[in-house]
């Protein structure tokens, strides 16, 4: 697959510019910046406290992030050699929800990219032995 670019003019009228890269091995990685010309945008929405922590994944359902009704910014970095899988809402279960890649998988959610989920957030792997999550959250 060839890489497909295109931009994206905000309410605001800032346009953003989103890149989806091939990889070429399979896999695929996205991009996005300011486009030429437009006015600075906080990317990750409007927070002024960042929360970061690790949190230890298990092939048990782990609460990865707490409900949080005033959450306006999360996200979620693999820090390991395995698939992570995470779940909105409900225990998570390997092989179903969103799928974290190895070394480096990431899932962002903000009002900017009209994602923002308020509620408990929980994580799971289906190998063995203890994996990280990177957990960054915004209020």
Same mark, same amino acid.
Do not use: F
């Given at each position: 697959?060839?890489?497909?670019?295109?931009?994206?003019?905000?309410?605001?009228?800032?346009?953003?510019?989103?890149?989806?890269? *091939?990889?070429?091995?399979?896999?695929?990685?996205?991009?996005?910046?300011?486009?030429?010309?437009?006015?600075?945008?906080?990317?990750?929405?409007?927070?002024?406290?960042?929360?970061?922590?690790?949190?230890?994944?298990?092939?048990?359902?782990?609460?990865?992030?707490?409900? !949080?009704? !005033?959450?306006?910014?999360?996200?979620?970095?693999?820090?390991? *050699?395995?698939?992570?899988?995470?779940?909105?809402?409900?225990?998570?279960?390997?092989?179903?929800?969103?799928?974290?890649?190895?070394?480096?998988?990431?899932?962002?959610?903000?009002?900017?990219?009209?994602?923002?989920?308020?509620?408990?957030?929980?994580?799971?792997?289906?190998?063995?032995?203890?994996?990280?999550?990177?957990?960054?959250?915004?209020?």
């Amino acid at each position: 697959m060839a890489n497909i670019q295109y931009t994206i003019k905000l309410p605001n009228d800032t346009l953003v510019t989103k890149e989806l890269i *091939d990889n070429g091995d399979g896999t695929h990685s996205e991009r996005v910046a300011l486009a030429p010309g437009s006015a600075e945008v906080g990317v990750g929405g409007d927070y002024t406290t960042p929360t970061h922590s690790a949190v230890t994944v298990t092939s048990t359902t782990t609460q990865a992030l707490a409900a !949080n009704a !005033n959450r306006k910014y999360a996200l979620l970095i693999n820090d390991s *050699d395995t698939v992570i899988y995470i779940k909105l809402g409900a225990a998570a279960v390997a092989n179903e929800g969103i799928r974290l890649n190895a070394n480096g998988g990431s899932y962002e959610m903000s009002d900017l990219h009209g994602n923002l989920y308020a509620g408990a957030i929980n994580a799971i792997h289906g190998s063995t032995g203890n994996k990280t999550l990177l957990v960054t959250e915004g209020v």
